[in-house]
């Protein structure tokens, strides 16, 4: 995902939260987040990826290829558990009725 994406995502999350709420807030959070751990692996597969090959078969990699897409991949899953797991905290919070949210 490249720099403009990420502003046209951002511009468009302020459009649609000026007054008009169409999805409860811990929706809105929950999408957000998801965003923003997303779009942190796009970037750093985007900047990276040729190191594994990224986009390309397994059969046309070179061994050093194919063992950096196997770090990669092992720290990709790591990355997802955590913002997956962050993710369940905030859920968790934000339902618990003593839980205000701030600006």
């Not at 190191?51 to 990669?72: F, K, P, T």
Request: charged share 25%; proline share 2%; glycine share 6%.
């Amino acid at each position: 995902m490249k720099n403009e994406e990420y502003q046209r995502l951002a511009q468009d999350g302020e459009q649609e939260s000026l007054g008009h709420p169409k999805e409860p807030v811990d929706a809105i959070i929950v999408q957000n987040m998801k965003t923003a751990f997303i779009g942190a692996l796009a970037s750093f597969e985007e900047h990276f990826g040729e190191l594994w090959g990224h986009g390309r078969r397994e059969c046309d990699l070179s061994e050093v290829q194919m063992a950096y897409r196997n770090i990669w991949s092992n720290a990709r899953t790591r990355i997802l558990d955590i913002g997956n797991c962050c993710l369940r905290a905030v859920i968790r919070h934000a339902s618990d009725s003593s839980t205000t949210l701030r600006s």
